[in-house]
């Protein structure tokens, strides 16, 4: 396999791993106001699928500029879904973004990205898909702090845990503990 293809399904495996996790916990908690990274999870979670969305866009050859603005515009969609509705469009991002990277002629192949705000770089598509899962990880540790901070425990998704497990059961989620 494809070792970019390879992040990319660690990516949606811990996404999976902590929709999972969430759906566990007292409801009102997704939407409860918190002083961290954060003012709440909803918000960490729409913000992560606002970027896997613009990367996609961006993968797709969207300039990076519209894929931005688009993006913001999907976050605030994101924001007002429930946990269960997110999930679905996460779902539904990743199928198409899997797809969509499995097709892919050469994600070696250079490419020029134009960020607005870093100016020109030349690149690789499949540092796209790096970026996204390298993205998703920092995240998701600011999310088990969220959790801890409300008192509940996180779930493992460390990329040397989902190298240990099946293909076929990368969906099932180790509890963290400590």
């Known amino acids: ?20 996790r969430l759906k566990e916990l ?3 908690l997704y939407n409860q106001e918190i002083q961290s990274v954060f003012p709440s999870i909803s918000k960490l979670m729409a913000h992560i699928y606002k970027v ?10 969207q300039e990076m500029s519209e894929a931005m603005t ?3 515009r999907i976050e605030a969609e994101a924001e007002t879904k429930s946990l269960t509705e997110l999930e679905a469009m996460y779902d539904s991002l990743a199928a198409r973004f899997k797809a969509y990277i499995v097709a892919h002629p ?27 899962a390298n993205h998703g990880t920092y995240h998701r540790g600011n999310l088990s702090a969220m959790l801890r901070q409300l008192g509940h ?9 989902f190298m240990h497990l099946p293909h076929e059961s990368s969906t099932s ?3 963290a503990h400590g």
């Open 106 to 132: 050469n994600l070696e192949n250079d490419v020029v990205l134009h960020n607005p705000y870093a100016g020109v770089l030349h690149t690789r598509y499949s540092e796209f898909v790096i970026q996204v």
């Open 26 to 28: 007292p409801e009102h």
């Open 52 to 61: 896997d969305f613009g990367w996609f866009n961006i993968l797709k050859g």
């Open 153 to 161: 425990s996180s779930v493992m998704t460390e990329y040397g845990l």
């Open 1 to 20: 396999m494809n070792h970019c293809v390879k992040m990319y399904d660690y990516h949606v495996w811990a996404n999976k791993t902590i929709f999972n």
């Open 70 to 72: 688009d993006s913001f």
């Open 173 to 175: 989620a180790v509890t």
